[in-house]
């Protein structure tokens, strides 16, 4: 199983920390490819950031289309999900989705830790987007400046540790999800400081992708998420125009006279 890993920010730094984790948290017989978006920001924390995110994404999903098996769109907040997924014929996931399914499977609620207040509302909406609003027990954020997007963890690490302590005895969560990329790998450090599972995107994400592409349940030919439909278009890269040709070819027939 060959799996893309795409940073949507342009910190080389959290890729770093993305590829750690993923490595760690990928089985024995996938193989990773792990990207950076090639334009944007350094880190996104806003929805119109998350809009420049998610064109980059695209680009690289385009790229590497028809050589992986799957696509993990490694940023809270899954930039350009769903939408992403009329793209390609293959599974593609995002870490907030992954993240969001693994901490219901462990609680019934759930609290979000991010790393910056203003980023707050938009996860909430992206919570409430995928129909577990009634779960969230709330999401709590660091408030204070960054020094730097790759060294979240250690700046701020005792903080973040203390936001979940007090997510589980004030606001009653039963899991903890890590938000965001920075905070790769932050989840097998702390989880003995914390009295319930503790959710890290980046593993989540990994692993739901792996257990989606194994089951092997076929692609979306119709329905919400089919290719879009063939029209004029303009300006495009060459990459994306080849991936939306191969998304837009019609399904071949099988002997049987089935269409797959």
């Given amino acids: 199983m060959r799996l ?6 342009i910190s080389s730094a959290v890729t770093e920390l993305i590829r750690t984790e993923a490595l760690r948290s990928a089985g024995a017989d996938t193989e990773l490819v792990v990207e950076t978006a090639p334009h944007g920001v350094e ?6 950031e998350s809009l ?13 289309a ?18 992403l997924k009329e793209l390609v014929d293959v599974p593609v996931i995002g870490i907030t989705e992954a993240a969001l399914c693994a901490a219901a499977l462990q609680g019934h609620r759930f609290s979000i830790i991010a790393i910056s207040n203003r980023i707050t509302a938009w996860y909430r909406e992206c919570v409430e987007n ?6 969230l027990a709330s999401i709590r954020s660091i408030n204070e400046a960054l020094g730097g997007i790759g060294s979240v963890q250690e700046d701020f690490g005792p903080t973040l540790v203390a936001l979940a302590q007090q997510a589980v005895a004030e606001d009653g969560a039963d899991v903890i999800i890590l938000a965001g990329a920075p905070l790769a790998g932050l989840a097998r450090e702390v989880a003995a400081q914390i009295p319930v599972p503790v959710v890290d995107g980046i593993g989540a994400g990994v692993r739901l992708a792996e257990a ?20 004029p278009r303009k300006g495009l890269s060459p990459a994306l125009e080849r ?13 049987g006279g089935e269409r797959v």
């Fill in 43 to 48: 880190y996104i924390e806003t929805r119109f």
């Fill in 66 to 83: 028809g050589s992986v098996d799957g696509v993990v769109v490694a940023a809270f907040g899954d930039p350009g999900m769903p939408a």
């Fill in 52 to 64: 420049i995110a998610a064109g980059a994404v695209a680009e690289v999903i385009a790229e590497h």
């Fill in 212 to 231: 989606v592409v194994g089951l092997a349940s076929g692609s979306h030919r119709a329905g919400a998420f089919a290719a879009p439909p063939i029209k």
């Fill in 130 to 135: 995928f129909g577990l609003a009634g779960r």
């Fill in 4 to 9: 893309l890993i795409i940073n949507p920010n």
């Fill in 243 to 255: 991936a939306l040709d191969i998304a837009q070819q019609p399904a071949a027939p099988t002997e």
